[in-house]
């Protein structure tokens, strides 16, 4: 394996040793931030869309993806706000760990 691949790995563990010190519900509250902020730019790019387009069609489909996944979010939230009221914050951040991978990686997808 060449340095770069040593230095992937390297950073890949760093990346998730940090993201265990990080506040995951800090953390979803800013992906649910930038979702919205992407709804808002989805909203601008339909009213310059021609009606019946097939980019109209596109952006609505994309619309209804992204108020699933900002939903998704609150949820999540909701309930990282309930364990860390209950005092389970660091159990429920392990709990969440392959969930929250998996909606960076559509965050990585979506912008």
């Known amino acids: ?6 230095a992937g790995k390297l950073r ?3 990346d998730r040793l940090l993201s265990r010190f990080e506040d995951p519900l800090e953390q979803f509250e800013l992906a649910r931030r930038r979702q919205l902020d992407l709804m808002a730019d989805l909203d601008r790019r339909l009213l310059l869309a021609q009606p019946g387009s097939k980019q109209e069609a596109n ?3 994309a619309k209804e993806d992204l108020q699933g996944r900002i939903s998704e979010f609150q949820a999540i939230i909701a309930r990282l706000k309930a364990s860390k009221s209950a005092g389970g914050a660091d159990s429920a951040a392990d709990r969440l760990e392959e969930e929250m991978a998996r909606l960076q990686e559509d965050a990585r997808r979506w912008g």
């Open 12 to 14: 890949k563990g760093a």
């Open 59 to 61: 952006l609505l489909r």
């Open 1 to 6: 394996m060449g340095v770069g691949g040593w």
